[in-house]
């Protein structure tokens, strides 16, 4: 009975863990190798640039950097970036509230006015997958 248990949970753990996959965030175009580059993953339009699911800061190495998320739900995601030049851990804005360092979102998302939409910068995986984004564009 112990033994039909065990690996009744095993495969139970096996099943929940090929139900994960993996996001790989590469992005281009950074200016200088100076400070970070900080990566938010959102998964709704009510949290997208407000509070990111999972969010990490990465070297910029020859004007590129690279983010991997692993253990995800397949599922719908939105990816946002920004140059934080200065170090100070946030995107740097003017005075009337444009921000004063570089940032971008996935698939090249732009906003008119504001910032870029959810419904623009979303995106789906099922399998491993790869997005790239550059900042400059």
């Not at 200016?31 to 970070?36: A, C, E, H, L, V």
């Not at 190495?61 to 995601?77: H, R, S, T, V």
């Not at 504001?114 to 099922?126: L, R, V």
């Amino acid at each position: 009975m112990k033994k039909s248990i065990l690996i009744a949970i095993l495969l139970m753990a096996g099943f929940a863990q090929a139900q994960n996959v993996k996001l790989t965030v590469e992005m281009s175009g950074f200016s200088s190798n100076d400070g970070k580059a900080k990566v938010g993953l959102y998964n709704s339009e009510g949290n997208f640039l407000k509070t990111p699911i999972k969010s990490m800061a990465v070297e910029i190495k020859d004007g590129k950097a690279k983010a991997i998320f692993e253990g995800l739900e397949k599922g719908e995601y939105a990816v946002s970036i920004y140059h934080d030049k200065n170090g100070n851990g946030v995107l740097d804005k003017n005075m009337m509230g444009i921000p004063s360092e570089p940032y971008a979102s996935s698939n090249g998302a732009k906003g008119f006015m504001g910032p870029p939409a959810y419904s623009d910068a979303k995106f789906s995986i099922q399998t491993n997958s790869i997005i790239k984004i550059n900042i400059n564009n």
